[in-house]
């Protein structure tokens, strides 16, 4: 009882709290059980799709992401919508002061739009699909999702970046057709060259068979010359994001071929020239 007389029916507020609160949990529940269910009606259809029309499995990953994300934002749509016819009020007024709103601050979201504008023409011309090796608005990694409005890059030391589509001026796609293994190797000015190509030949006749190379690996010859030694390069090419695991076992297997033949790897080193007067 409060003193200008007013009394609290508490019985008529508990009956619509367990009115309202029983639908929108039924409301919870549902959207709780569809999304999941939607979610992989719409993998499945894209994997059937995949298989009929030989679509890539990196482009399949790429537009179900898309689609995922999509559906989330029209699922949080549907629900607010639900939520207000629950509770009994007209969302037309919100949806009207929402217009007046967006109308104050559509000229700060140019950069919203932008980015919105950009995604649709990255995957429209499929610049880039999901587990590609990119350098984009100077990140380099392997792209985990490309959405309408970011583009998520996973760097090599695990940092996950969130690019602006806007950000994205030119993207450098490293995943499309084979990639190149490339090793340069010094030996010392007082080996003989013919000797060390010979080894480095055997070398590579070794990587002939691996899986890994489609191409090669070949010794091109003399590379460059060094303050203190003779650089000798090998190159070859190999299935996409192989490149890097073939370099290091062939440097592995030249250090050993080297040793065994006596062949020198130099190291930086210098000459004191002492004067006495």
């Given at each position: 009882?409060?003193?200008?007389?007013?009394?609290?029916?508490?019985?008529?507020?508990?009956?619509?709290?367990?009115?309202?609160?029983?639908?929108?949990?039924?409301?919870?529940?549902?959207?709780?059980?569809?999304?999941?269910?939607?979610?992989?009606?719409?993998?499945?259809?894209?994997?059937?799709?995949?298989?009929?029309?030989?679509?890539?499995?990196?482009?399949?990953?790429?537009?179900?992401?898309?689609?995922?994300?999509?559906?989330?934002?029209?699922?949080?749509?549907?629900?607010?919508?639900?939520?207000?016819?629950?509770?009994?009020?007209?969302?037309g007024p919100l949806l009207a002061g929402a217009g007046v709103v967006g109308l104050a601050i559509g000229f700060g979201a140019q950069g919203l739009v932008s980015d919105i504008v950009t995604g649709f023409f990255i995957l429209l011309e499929k610049q880039i699909d999901v587990g590609d090796y990119v350098t984009a608005a100077g990140y380099d990694g392997i792209v985990e999702e490309v959405g309408l409005r970011t583009t998520k890059i996973r760097g090599f030391n695990g940092t996950l970046h969130y690019v602006p589509n806007r950000e994205i001026a030119g993207v450098s796609n490293h995943s499309?057709?084979?990639?190149?293994?490339?090793?340069?190797?010094?030996?010392?000015?007082?080996?003989?060259?013919?000797?060390?190509?010979?080894?480095?030949?055997?070398?590579?006749?070794?990587?002939?068979?691996?899986?890994?190379?489609?191409?090669?690996?070949?010794?091109?010859?003399?590379q460059a010359f060094g303050s203190s030694e003779v650089v000798l390069r090998i190159i070859g090419k190999t299935e996409n994001m192989e490149q890097w695991s073939a370099e290091r076992d062939i440097r592995k297997r030249i250090k050993e071929a080297f040793d065994e033949n006596n062949i020198e790897i130099p190291f930086p080193h210098q000459v004191y020239v002492q004067k006495n007067n």
């Open positions: 009882m409060f003193e200008d007389g007013l009394q609290i029916d508490w019985s008529y507020i508990l009956e619509n709290v367990i009115y309202y609160g029983i639908q929108i949990l039924i409301l919870i529940i549902a959207l709780l059980i569809i999304s999941p269910i939607a979610k992989k009606l719409i993998s499945a259809a894209l994997n059937k799709s995949s298989t009929r029309q030989n679509v890539s499995e990196a482009r399949i990953q790429t537009l179900e992401k898309l689609l995922l994300n999509a559906f989330s934002y029209v699922l949080i749509f549907i629900f607010v919508v639900m939520f207000f016819g629950i509770i009994e009020q007209p969302i499309r057709g084979n990639m190149r293994a490339l090793v340069d190797i010094g030996i010392s000015y007082d080996d003989n060259i013919d000797q060390a190509m010979a080894v480095l030949k055997s070398v590579c006749e070794e990587f002939q068979t691996d899986s890994r190379f489609t191409e090669g690996p070949d010794v091109l010859g003399v």
